[in-house]
């Protein structure tokens, strides 16, 4: 496994430009693939003013009165729905919670006329999550109102990166990611968390590392080659690992990822105390980090395999800081997605080169 | 088209100057007084109010500043979102007589938005609203109660505010809507 040392890029010519508030311009948000650098400040900065709003004594503003979010979700999930789900209601936004497992979809409805029935119910921003990787995208071909990805097979979590992004910037100062070493050491393979996060980090100009067993990395180092042969100009470089004390050594931030025992068929591991054992989260590892260096998880925690339960509850973890900002995030998006309609629809690139997206995320 | 010039640097000046003493004229005094900017212009547009009572009365207001872009009610007519800025009362609302702050008074819909905003934040005593520019043209049961200068315009003008934190220099321009292109025009209510 190839082990890049080389800087990480920051250009400085992105950096430079004014700090003049870009607009949104996306009607869907599927992957972070597609956002630009201000876009993603944009986010930041509007994830600042919905922490305000959750400061206030009424933690609720009119914003979204009206509109209606209609939550799909056919993996199961806590933290993400509920999320959400607070984020759409602060908004003032109507919510439909659609649960799969007892709706028409167990009579063998498909997607799309899930998708069909829900809009023609009024629906308008739907947010969703699948096991089927690039569900999401098929989802926005049907769709007329905004997709907002609560997480898609292998694929992507554009929420959680960002409400990552957004918790290591309040840890770090000037919130400033550029040259400080990120580690997510897990299950990378089969992790959305993981794949978004290499999008919004490299764009943060963060050194990222991704470490795991040799088999939970299988094509990230090829990904890794490529990203280092500029494949995206202004993005930052990522290393893959195997090795955990040189994935942890000196870094800013650790991020542990769940060991998915669900996906975790045709024996990728030998046993989940092995995993513990060669690359867990232990206080001992954790002390190769910086001394001020945060602790993340995106939850939910497998404590004693992937995480060891005196660094998840230590003073470094910020594992419900993260919770909380997801909130705020969720806000912030729901809200500027929400913005892109009439005017905006169709202009949005087809499914085919939004998928490959490298292109946009380059501008 | 060019624009005119409808009130100098110094006529801004005086005119803060006046209102400053109207708002402590009213209140009989400064105390329980806060000042409220509505972003963007209305901020400093405050700060600099509370400036001139700190003058002459020798007490200086709390001074917040009030976002109102969540409280729009026009969000489903504009394409894009707007840019939310800060919101910051660093002081209780709770029994205070806070006085409102923008630049231009026109359809009310503004002050009706940062009205919802303010009552969200606790109960004022009473809300007032001192304005730079009154031009006219009222959707709603809105009044102002310190007025800079009242200018009569028709809908087809815009009215700039320019303040020297913002902007560089103090002026008030007049011209018409063909360059509304400009997103500082574009964005007011």
């Not at chain 1, 056919?74 to 497992?101: G, Q």
């Not at chain 1, 995106?298 to 660094?311: F, K, T, Y």
């Not at chain 2, 872009?69 to 009362?89: E, G, W």
Request: net charge neutral.
């Amino acid at each position: 496994m190839s082990v890049e040392t080389a800087a990480t890029g920051a250009t400085p010519a992105r950096r430079m430009a004014p700090a003049a508030p870009t607009s949104w311009r996306h009607r869907h948000l599927i992957d972070v693939d597609v956002v630009t650098w201000p876009e993603i400040e944009l986010i930041m900065r509007t994830t600042d003013e919905m922490k305000g709003v959750l400061a206030r004594p009424i933690r609720k503003v009119p914003a979204l009165n009206g509109r209606r979010v209609t939550t799909l979700f056919y993996e199961a999930s806590t933290r993400t729905r509920v999320s959400f789900e607070t984020a759409a209601r602060n908004l003032s936004a109507d919510v439909v919670s659609i649960a799969t497992a007892t709706s028409s979809v167990t009579k063998g409805e498909s997607l799309v006329d899930t998708i069909r029935t829900l809009e023609a119910l009024g629906a308008e921003i739907l947010v969703m999550r699948h096991s089927v990787s690039g569900a999401p995208y098929l989802a926005a071909e049907v769709f007329g109102g905004h997709v907002l990805n609560g997480g898609d097979g292998w694929h992507a979590h554009p929420t959680q990166a960002l409400l990552d992004l957004y918790t290591m910037r309040q840890h770090l100062p000037d919130g400033d990611l550029r040259g400080r070493k990120v580690a997510i050491v897990g299950d990378i393979l089969h992790s959305r968390v993981a794949r978004s996060n290499v999008w919004s980090l490299t764009a943060a100009g963060a050194d990222l590392w991704l470490c795991g067993p040799a088999t939970l990395l299988r094509g990230m180092d090829r990904w890794a080659t490529a990203w280092s042969g500029g494949t995206i100009p202004g993005h930052g470089r990522f290393n893959v690992t195997s090795d955990v004390r040189a994935a942890l050594r000196d870094a800013d931030v650790v991020m542990a990822l769940r060991i998915q025992r669900e996906r975790m068929q045709g024996g990728l591991l030998p046993s989940l105390r092995e995993y513990a054992a060669r690359f867990g989260l232990n206080a001992e590892r954790v002390s190769l980090a910086r001394p001020e260096a945060i602790v993340m998880h995106p939850g939910p925690m497998n404590e004693g395999v992937e995480i060891a339960p005196d660094v998840a509850n230590s003073g470094r973890a910020v594992i419900t800081e993260q919770v909380a900002n997801g909130v705020a995030v969720r806000m912030a998006l729901l809200y500027l997605l929400a913005g892109a309609h009439e005017a905006a629809r169709g202009h949005e690139a087809p499914r085919t080169s939004e998928a490959a997206g490298t292109s946009e995320a380059a501008r | 088209m060019t624009d005119r010039q409808i009130m100098t640097g110094d006529e801004i000046r005086r005119a803060i100057v006046r209102i400053s003493h109207e708002i402590v004229e009213k209140q009989a005094g400064t105390q329980g007084l806060a000042l409220v900017g509505i972003q963007r212009r209305g901020v400093p547009l405050a700060q600099r109010l509370a400036a001139a009572i700190e003058e002459h009365e020798g007490v200086r207001l709390p001074v917040g500043a009030l976002d109102i872009t969540f409280y729009r009610d026009d969000l489903s007519l504009v394409a894009q979102q707007p840019i939310v800025k800060a919101t910051a009362l660093p002081f209780d609302l709770n029994g205070m007589t806070v006085v409102l702050v923008d630049d231009v008074l026109y359809t009310g819909r503004t002050i009706r938005c940062a009205m919802d905003a303010l009552i969200d934040f606790g109960r004022p005593r009473a809300i007032r609203l001192a304005v730079l520019i009154d031009r006219g043209h009222r959707e709603l049961p809105i009044r102002a109660d310190h007025v800079g200068k009242n200018v009569p315009t028709s809908r087809e003008e815009i009215v700039m505010v320019h303040v020297e934190e913002i902007d560089g220099a103090d002026e008030v321009t007049i011209g018409r809507q063909d360059r509304s292109a400009e997103p500082a025009a574009a964005g007011r209510q």
